[in-house]
């Protein structure tokens, strides 16, 4: 019962003086609130590139490479990559070029993807429509496309595309397939894109050398084994030139690791503003204890013991604390949800357990920050208390 009439003691205290305790909160308020934004606005960013990256593919592989004697095998290589059938689910060539599209007296600028029957597993595309490319339209050199969802949009709105004719380049393609869009049609994305077979390439870009090849593998676990096995075959080939391989899991794990730690470092920064908080409250708990001196000196006279009073100047200072962590986290809440809004284009509420942590943290400050003013009022002798006006 005792527990209840210290705290009951504490909230008539805080109450009494108001504005001051308010301002005292201001701290915590100021700290609780730019901790839970920045964390959660970071968090929030974190998620939107992950989703592009989901989007566009995970488990990719990008092969590239170049030699100074012209020696070409492209062929070889596709082969290669096929051959590992345990750790590889499909290859592409991954050369692309600008150009502009005609449909009857419409024409548009878009990216031209020159890719395999195995482009749309590779490069993390559904179909909405149609079909894809298979194997004949690339070994017959078939004048056939499949359109991204912005050039289908553009060119097509709500007509059905499949069996019409697209020129490129002065040659007639005929639509056999659309995707499903990606990215909500944006221009330069994805979805803003035509594939055609890259056995077409000498005939649109007067070349078919291919030098840039998307490798899926069949896990994140054979990420890994299939660059080495890759790398290895191209050191065998590539005498005089250079080779690139490189995978969008390891770089996904990479930019974890970064965001983490930006995360960190943002919270802690934030943070800062939290100890000045804690100071402010051992600051204005030194005054009350000053202010409230008789009062101690009584409530020893009568039979209080030091925990009493270490109790109640506790209870009050955490008191102070958690209810500006309340205050903090609802204006965290708001904080995030327009600063995410405006920045990234979504709404982004806090994390729970970032939002709990926050509040215990503004506790525990209370606590210990008002620990000090409490265990000074405890050693006060009673009869120097009371002699106090």
């Not at 990216?111 to 179909?127: I, T, W």
Request: net charge positive; charged share 15%.
């Amino acid at each position: 019962m005792r527990i209840f009439q210290t705290f009951s003691m504490a909230m008539k205290s805080i109450f009494n003086n108001k504005m001051r305790s308010l301002l005292t909160m201001l701290g915590i308020i100021i700290g609780v609130c730019s901790v839970i934004t920045l964390v959660s606005v970071m968090r929030g960013s974190q998620a939107k590139i992950m989703e592009g990256y989901a989007k566009m593919g995970t488990n990719r592989i990008s092969v590239n490479y170049n030699t100074w004697d012209g020696s070409d095998f492209a062929g070889d290589l596709y082969d290669f990559c096929l051959g590992l059938s345990t750790e590889v689910e499909g290859v592409t060539p991954s050369v692309s070029q600008y150009l502009t599209l005609r449909y009857k007296t419409k024409s548009m600028e878009t990216r031209v993807s020159f890719g395999s029957d195995q482009f749309d597993r590779c490069q993390n595309y559904e179909l909405a429509a149609g079909r894809s490319l298979c194997y004949t339209d690339i070994y017959n050199r078939v004048k056939v496309c499949v359109l991204g969802s912005r050039v289908a949009s553009e060119f097509f709105n709500l007509e059905n595309p499949i069996g019409k004719t697209i020129k490129i380049k002065g040659d007639q393609y005929t639509v056999v397939g659309i995707y499903q869009s990606k990215f909500d049609n944006q221009q330069g994305s994805d979805d803003d894109m035509i594939l055609v077979p890259y056995s077409r390439m000498r005939s649109i870009m007067g070349t078919r050398q291919i030098s840039q090849f998307t490798v899926k593998a069949t896990s994140a676990a054979n990420v890994n084994i299939a660059i080495n096995k890759i790398g290895n075959w191209l050191s065998s080939r590539v005498k005089q030139g250079y080779f690139d391989i490189y995978s969008n899991t390891n770089y996904i794990e990479q930019q974890n690791e970064n965001n983490k730690m930006l995360t960190l470092l943002v919270g802690g920064i934030a943070g800062i503003s939290l100890l000045v908080g804690g100071i402010g409250i051992m600051n204005i708990m030194l005054v009350s204890v000053a202010e409230r001196t008789r009062e101690i000196g009584i409530r020893m006279a009568i039979g209080a013991k030091r925990r009493d009073i270490i109790t109640q100047f506790l209870i009050e200072a955490a008191t102070i604390s958690a209810c500006g962590g309340v205050i903090g986290i609802i204006l965290g809440a708001m904080g995030s949800a327009l600063l995410s809004s405006a920045i990234l284009k979504e709404v982004f509420y806090p994390d729970p357990t970032i939002t709990i942590g926050a509040f215990l943290f503004s506790v525990v400050l209370g606590v210990f920050f008002g620990f000090y003013p409490a265990n000074k009022a405890s050693k006060m002798q009673p009869v120097e208390a009371l002699r106090n006006q």
